[in-house]
């Protein structure tokens, strides 16, 4: 195989993976390998529209002074995903602000950031964030498309528009690896008449595969442990979590999903901290609330206790994951991607069949060439 032919199949496949990664993104409601911002509070850094490679938060190590993330924020811009850069960290909490602010987040009531809140992480070369210019644009192009295109899906099969949106991306991502599998084991430019193929086999558990680690990353990364700082005092005080010792106050938590896929989250507290909802399901690109009640020690000074959130996409009975949960917390994600591991695998074998896609590549300049030989 040529220099060329290895560099134009890389491209294809570095393409497909970034469309693939806007779509499934979308669909899922968090960054899969790109990420982007709409407005203009990380300016100059990122301008409106720009993108930028996102590692997501499990994988990326140590968060640091000046880093950007994107977190799941409960009062800034309404709720929702936000890209900002950490300013401060004290006591494992991060001080989050954007480059073209005049204050820090926390400044207008958005709570500091934990790790379970952050979701993904931009590396930096040279000591800046890796920029794509206009990504966002291509996103809300894409959004619009795989909006476009499941409506009649959905009609047609009478399916919901957020299962035919499933169906669209796994549709898409199906034929990217198809044209780039494809491109990579044709012939070179100079064989002729031979046929060559893709294993539709391999090509469906690898679909399968993709899919399930993707619907994986999204019931894991915004899941986890929340932290709550307590201050027990010998009387109560303004200021937040300064409660007078042996007395309880209340606290917010918010559940966001920014997904089309409607998560059930079970949620637990600690030895200092209950919950109101020890289940809470969050619909389509939607926010829940639940209360979180704090008690301080009989023993002044400061204690930090947590409330663990175990986060499940929607996709069985309710009824079901409960039993499930019940049984143990990692039960239900094993059984949801199996579910979702077959159903892919199944369709994507009903759709492809088996044995191989076949090429077959003639020159047709030859092939005259040699009647016109045979005639002379």
């Given at each position: 195989?040529?220099?060329?032919?290895?560099?134009r199949i890389l491209?294809?496949?570095?393409?497909?993976?970034?469309?693939?990664?806007?779509?499934?993104?979308?669909?899922?409601?968090?960054?899969?390998?790109?990420?982007?911002?709409?407005?203009?509070?990380?300016?100059?850094?990122?301008?409106?529209?720009?993108?930028?490679?996102?590692?997501?938060?499990?994988?990326?190590?140590?968060?640091?002074?000046?880093?950007?993330?994107?977190?799941?924020?409960?009062?800034?811009g309404g709720g929702g995903l936000t890209t900002h850069r950490v300013v401060d960290i004290q006591n494992g909490q991060y001080t989050t602000k954007g480059d073209a602010n005049p204050f820090v987040d926390q400044a207008s009531g958005e709570p500091p950031v934990t790790r379970a809140r952050i979701v993904a992480v931009a590396p930096k070369v040279g000591g800046s964030v890796v920029v794509i210019p206009e990504l966002g644009t291509v996103a809300a192009g894409s959004q619009q498309?795989?909006?476009?295109?499941?409506?009649?899906?959905?009609?047609?099969t009478g399916l919901p528009v957020a299962a035919a949106r499933g169906l669209v991306t796994v549709g898409l991502v199906v034929g990217l690896a198809l044209a780039v599998t494809s491109e990579g084991t044709g012939p070179p430019a100079r064989e002729t008449d031979r046929d060559v193929g893709v294993s539709r086999h391999r090509l469906t558990q690898v679909t399968a595969a993709a899919v399930v680690v993707a619907v994986t990353a999204a019931m894991v990364l915004p899941g986890g442990a929340v932290a709550f700082e307590i201050v027990s005092a010998e009387q109560d005080a303004p200021g937040p979590r300064v409660i007078e010792q042996g007395e309880t106050e209340t606290a917010n938590y918010t559940v966001s999903n920014g997904g089309i896929v409607p998560v059930v989250s079970y949620l637990s507290?600690?030895?200092?901290?209950?919950?109101?909802?020890?289940?809470?399901?969050?619909?389509?690109?939607?926010?829940?609330?639940?209360?979180?009640?704090?008690?301080?020690?009989?023993?002044?000074?400061?204690?930090?206790?947590?409330?663990?959130?175990?986060?499940?996409?929607?996709?069985?009975?309710?009824?079901?994951?409960?039993?499930?949960?019940?049984?143990?917390?990692?039960?239900?994600?094993?059984?949801?991607?199996?579910?979702?591991?077959?159903?892919?695998?199944?369709?994507?074998?009903?759709?492809?069949?088996?044995?191989?896609?076949?090429?077959?590549?003639?020159?047709?300049?030859?092939?005259?060439?040699?009647?016109?030989?045979?005639?002379?």
């Open positions: 195989m040529s220099l060329s032919r290895r560099l491209a294809a496949a570095l393409v497909a993976l970034m469309v693939a990664s806007l779509f499934v993104g979308q669909l899922l409601g968090q960054p899969i390998l790109l990420g982007f911002v709409e407005t203009g509070s990380m300016s100059p850094t990122l301008e409106p529209g720009d993108g930028f490679v996102a590692i997501p938060a499990a994988v990326a190590g140590p968060i640091e002074q000046g880093d950007v993330v994107t977190f799941r924020a409960t009062t800034v498309m795989l909006d476009t295109a499941a409506r009649p899906v959905s009609r047609a507290g600690s030895d200092r901290a209950s919950v109101a909802d020890e289940r809470v399901v969050t619909g389509s690109r939607s926010q829940s609330q639940t209360t979180v009640r704090l008690s301080a020690p009989a023993e002044t000074g400061l204690y930090r206790t947590t409330v663990t959130e175990r986060r499940y996409l929607a996709l069985l009975p309710l009824g079901l994951i409960d039993r499930l949960h019940a049984i143990h917390p990692v039960l239900p994600l094993v059984v949801i991607d199996l579910w979702i591991g077959a159903l892919v695998y199944g369709l994507l074998r009903i759709g492809l069949g088996t044995g191989r896609t076949r090429q077959r590549r003639i020159d047709r300049p030859r092939a005259l060439a040699g009647r016109l030989r045979r005639y002379l």
